[in-house]
């Protein structure tokens, strides 16, 4: 998913220099690559915060295909989760999005009635 911190010549890790430190070769198509990404998250993040969901998400696709990173990955996921109708409908009450929490009722429990 790091493909661009590493040279794809020799493996090599990225050093931050436009020539791979061991091989020699032109590592500055990959430097424009992951700069471009970048920008595309800081759109996305844009996008989040005023609230165009699905904007945020294909930027974050976007730039996922490009140069794919951990921070990335997450940045994608939540976009998709917000911009899922389901999420607005349904917040998460017991840390799965899509499944509301159980009532005591629906686990065969037995409430108690309130005194009239």
Do not use: N, Y
């Not at 409908?89 to 929490?101: E, M, N």
């Amino acid at each position: 998913m790091r493909a661009a911190s590493r040279c794809p010549v020799c493996q090599a890790r990225f050093r931050g220099s436009r020539q791979c430190s061991r091989c020699g070769a032109d590592l500055e198509p990959l430097m424009r690559l992951a700069v471009r990404a970048w920008r595309l998250r800081e759109e996305a993040r844009s996008a989040l915060a005023r609230g165009d969901l699905a904007e945020a998400r294909r930027l974050a696709e976007a730039a996922q295909a490009l140069h794919g990173t951990p921070r990335g990955a997450s940045l994608w996921l939540l976009a998709t989760w917000l911009a899922t109708p389901h999420a607005l409908r349904h917040p998460p009450t017991d840390g799965h999005p899509a499944r509301p929490r159980p009532s005591l009722h629906d686990q065969g429990k037995d409430v108690p009635s309130l005194p009239s």
